[in-house]
């Protein structure tokens, strides 16, 4: 195995909830549809949202059976300046997207807004600060 990733799929009971979430909020456009998986347009690693059931049925295994909420992963929006980081986090929690804390400073050399979908998983805008 050569340690890269090509998909993420983001599992769930509420696809079209998610898939609303990530088109109307976040503004990915969807690429394939094919019921309970749709997968979007996205530069580098592809994306997807699965409905829970479809893995249950491809593998059987039980725990894809099971619902599940809350934080169960992160994405990280880049932005290319800290203007834009204050103007999409606004951007999106006017679109519907939950505020978990505004943009601001982070010790990592960053400016870095947080905000969650429907689901509860928090995810961020954010922008490298020019090297001191």
Known sequence: MNGKIALITVLTDNVPTLV???QNVLGFEVKTQHGGYVEFHN???RFAICSRAIMFEATSHQSYNESKGG????LAFPCN???EVDENYDK???RGA???KSPSYMPWNQ???FFADPEGNVHEVFADL???
């Open 130 to 132: 020019p090297k001191q």
């Open 111 to 113: 400016r870095t807004g």
């Open 81 to 83: 300046t800290v203007e």
């Open 98 to 100: 939950i505020p978990i």
């Open 71 to 74: 934080q169960l992963f992160s």
């Open 20 to 22: 609303q979430f990530y």
């Open 43 to 45: 530069e580098g690693v």
């Open 92 to 94: 999106i929690i006017e």
